[in-house]
């Protein structure tokens, strides 16, 4: 029998082995990688060619939400499930924005995450019961509120998204350049279309935003909030 590869994008190291442990036990599933954050994940996908990655959102350097697009664009076939503390409408609207074919809950039990991964590895979508319930009684799609959110979303470019998260992690202009691999007036001009689009004019705006929204876990950076 032919196992489902499974790549694990998970920057808390106790987290990754309780994933890899937990699937290990499944006669069915490889665990073929694990990734601390979303650039060395979108590396490992490129080579490993994962059938599933379990992605958690908050990570450094790039969060799982834009490596999730970056995955998709170069894998369009791999299948993204979405791993977070959190189960705001804004993260899961995010996340399958992103598209990813499923939302789990960190609480979930190990059951419901094996059952996930055999789930979208069959072409279908999975969300942690807790989301499912409460995206049915969001329903009729056009009226509820994940619809509001889609209306209200400002789209970013993938390398603005990269500039928020290291704006948002602290990073000075000449460290995010050289992260990039980009000039410092590029950051710059970054910085300022980010501003422009999202109606923000400092720092700890665009921290606050980048929080909200998944990119950053709310310790990162709490002293300038």
């Known amino acids: 029998m032919k196992r489902i590869t499974v790549l694990l994008a998970e920057d808390h190291t106790i987290v990754r082995e309780g994933f890899r442990r937990m699937l290990e036990l499944e006669g069915d599933m490889e665990v073929v990688g694990e990734a601390q ?51 705001d409408d804004a993260y899961v609207k995010n996340a399958t924005d992103s598209g990813a074919v499923g939302f789990l809950l960190k609480q979930t039990s190990s059951h419901e995450v094996c059952r996930a991964i055999r789930e979208v590895q069959k072409g279908k979508t999975f969300f942690s019961p807790s989301v499912s319930r409460r995206l049915d009684h969001l329903n009729p799609p056009s009226a509820g509120r994940l619809g509001k959110l889609a209306r209200k979303a400002v789209q970013l470019t993938s390398r603005e998204m990269e500039v928020l998260q290291l704006i948002a992690e602290g990073k000075a202009n000449k460290e995010t350049a050289a992260e990039l691999g980009i000039g410092m007036k590029t950051v710059e001009k970054h910085r300022e279309h980010l501003m422009q689009k999202l109606g923000i004019h400092d720092t700890a705006g665009l921290t606050r935003y980048a929080i909200s929204a998944g990119i950053i876990e709310s310790s990162v950076q709490l002293t300038i909030l």
Not at 62 to 81: C, F, I, M, Y
Request: aromatic share 0%; proline share 6%.
């Open 37 to 87: 954050n979303g650039r060395e994940a979108l590396a490992m996908v490129k080579k490993l060619r994962p059938a599933v990655v379990l992605m958690d959102i908050a990570m450094p350097l790039l969060n799982g939400l834009e490596a999730t697009r970056q995955v998709l664009k170069e894998l369009p076939d791999t299948k993204v499930l979405v791993l977070s503390a959190h189960s």
